[in-house]
């Protein structure tokens, strides 16, 4: 068996594991995407609330994970506790490879202890370990390395785990994995801690075997040359995304202050470049990645009264954080900022769904719908980090309703308290860093997952500036047709950084000198079936493209094509569904 077929089921209340060869369903579908939303289908009971023990965690790898460069991802498939429909979200780190090492393809976790257990996985066995000593510990640094002290592997294992906003069930919770990547969207953290699972770690030592050897080493080389050599990653290497600053500030494209502006007068304070010059501490790569896009700012503070002493903590930044908590709340000190975003991180929070909900909060905090008593004294104001932070920490500890309401997202927040035309959140989940035009807000109403990765309409955006946008009905199938192509790569499971490399014909070649056939045209077709089957999933969850709501902000707020026209938007996305074969458009 070329592709990796076996499946390790865990059962938590039962405390029992087994593992079942499913090579049938990996030779069909390959894995990662495809085969995940296959597994979510049989094994997520209709209509399922996300907190139940039979929602299931599915964590899938895929066929050249461990052998090709960049082919560094997990996918992991839950009923997200924040939109109530489908949960998919990716992390790289050593996840990917370590669970292939270990001899699977995919991994189910179903049930939940009743008291706090982390999970660890050495290659054949599983063990359930006692994680009352680290449930409850403040950051999930302290617990990655205190179970790095505890568990063997080192160097070849994966330590995914959550943080107190995941125990406290915060529905955009993440799970972290290798301390500075995260499984980020859609709340599986807090899936985690509805069953009480602290941590998941892997490790393994299995062999991959390859077919054609002489081949494959033919397309490595072509691939890595082309990751290292050549314009197409540079720009992931030099200065990361957060390089997406400041031309996004220039084309009046970043979200500012809940959006109430497209620009940043302190963007560039935020800027790769700026940070590169004043912060960059290091750069780090996910496993098999010679490309190394992790940027890691060194923040030096000094300790109180002791002024030649100083504490210097590695905070990750990309662009996504750097929007969210940076120009989403209107802050442009760049300590500040790391001062938050390392809260954040150490809590277990998606930045992304964070920094919206702070947004939104403040806001409302300003026009009166929430007051003093609702934030408990804490004074929300654009710019203000301390306060910031103060709010994040009652989130997490969730002591009145504003907060425990606030932990839901804003979709919820805003059914509550009122708010709901500057509410930036798209089926439910926050809205990423783009107001590039109609394109990127298609992409968003439509996608799976409702991502800026589902389908890039931003790019597209920018891609028509001064040509002129498609019609809508073109717009609608480019979108689908890009979400299409997107689950291949997820297949598979490639970093959507390298989607230039990784073109159809390079994938089927990379496939072929494992010993896996498929054309171009077939993966195409894998590909449309993929996305089909997640509306349907989604559809069967109880999703109906009417319910979309368009939030008038987003009309408001100049983009670089203009004023967004909603006619434009309902012609796009009820062409997307036509394409996706789920019938209806926007309400």
């Known amino acids: 068996m070329v592709v990796p077929s076996k ?48 929602n299931p965690i599915i964590l899938v790898v895929g066929p050249l ?118 499984f980020g969207r859609l709340g599986l953290g807090a899936v985690f801690g509805s069953k009480k699972l602290k941590a998941v770690i892997v490790s393994g030592r299995s062999g991959i075997p390859v077919r054609n050897p002489k081949e494959f080493r033919k397309v490595y080389r072509e691939i890595y040359e082309k990751a290292v050599t050549t314009s197409l990653m540079r720009k992931y290497y030099e200065l990361g995304t957060s390089m997406n600053i400041m031309p996004l500030n220039e084309l009046g494209a970043l979200p500012t202050r809940n959006l109430r502006d497209a620009r940043f007068e302190m963007g560039s304070n935020l800027s790769g470049e700026e940070l590169a010059r004043k912060f960059l501490g290091r750069r780090v790569a996910c496993t098999h990645c010679p490309v190394a896009c992790i940027h890691l700012a060194a923040l030096r503070e000094p300790y109180p009264d002791e002024p030649y002493f100083y504490k210097t903590t590695m905070i990750p930044y990309d662009y996504e954080p750097l929007y969210a908590l940076g120009s989403m709340l209107g802050i442009g000190d760049v300590e500040g900022w790391l001062r938050l975003m390392d809260e954040v991180e150490s809590l277990g929070l998606d930045a992304m769904s964070t920094g919206v909900a702070l947004a939104w909060a403040t806001e409302a905090y300003e026009g009166g719908l929430i007051g003093p008593e609702e934030t408990m004294g804490v004074e929300l104001s654009w710019g203000r980090a301390d306060a910031y932070i103060q709010a994040v920490r009652l989130i997490v500890r969730q002591p009145n309703e504003f907060y425990r309401t606030l932990g839901m997202g804003v979709e919820k927040a805003s059914e509550v308290y009122g708010g709901r035309e500057f509410a930036l ?49 073109e717009a609608g199938k480019l979108i689908f047709r890009e979400e299409a192509w997107r689950q291949v790569l997820n297949s598979l499971v490639v970093c959507l950084f390298a989607r230039k490399i990784y073109d159809a014909e390079t994938v089927s070649k990379a496939l072929k000198a494992v010993g896996v056939e498929r054309s171009p045209e077939e993966l195409e077709k894998l590909g449309v079936s993929t996305l089909r089957l997640r509306h349907e999933f989604k559809a069967r969850e109880g999703f109906d493209p009417k319910g979309l709501r368009i939030p008038r902000r987003i009309l408001e707020t100049r983009s670089p094509h203009g004023r967004i026209d909603p006619e434009y938007l309902r012609k796009a996305v009820e062409t997307y569904f036509r394409e996706a074969g789920t019938s209806g458009g926007l309400g």
């Open 425 to 473: 959140a798209f089926g439910g989940l926050e809205m990423p860093g783009y107001h590039t035009g109609p394109l990127a807000y298609v992409g968003f109403m439509t996608g799976g997952r409702h991502s800026h990765l589902d389908s890039a309409g931003y790019s597209y955006d920018q891609k028509f500036l001064g040509k002129g946008l498609p019609d809508p009905e």
């Open 7 to 54: 499946v390790l089921y865990v059962d938590l209340s039962r405390r029992r594991f087994w593992t079942e060869d499913w090579g049938d369903l990996f030779e069909a579908y390959l894995g990662g995407a495809s085969v995940g939303i296959r597994l979510l289908m049989d094994e997520c009971p209709k209509g399922v609330d996300p907190f139940d023990p039979d």
């Open 65 to 182: 994970t461990g052998l090709y460069p960049l082919a560094s991802k997990t996918v992991a498939f839950f009923k997200s506790p924040l939109t109530g429909n489908l949960g998919e979200s990716y992390a790289g780190g050593r996840s990917a490879v370590s669970i292939r090492l270990a001899g699977y393809g995919a991994i189910v976790i179903r049930g939940a202890s009743r008291t706090p257990i982390y999970l660890a996985i050495h290659g054949r066995r599983v063990y359930f370990r006692n994680a009352s000593g680290i449930w409850g510990m403040r950051s999930t640094y302290t617990v990655g390395r205190i179970i790095r002290e505890l568990e063997p592997g080192a160097g070849l294992r994966t330590i995914m785990r959550i943080g107190v906003a995941g125990e406290k069930l915060v529905r955009y919770a993440n799970v972290v994995t290798e301390t500075y990547r995260h």
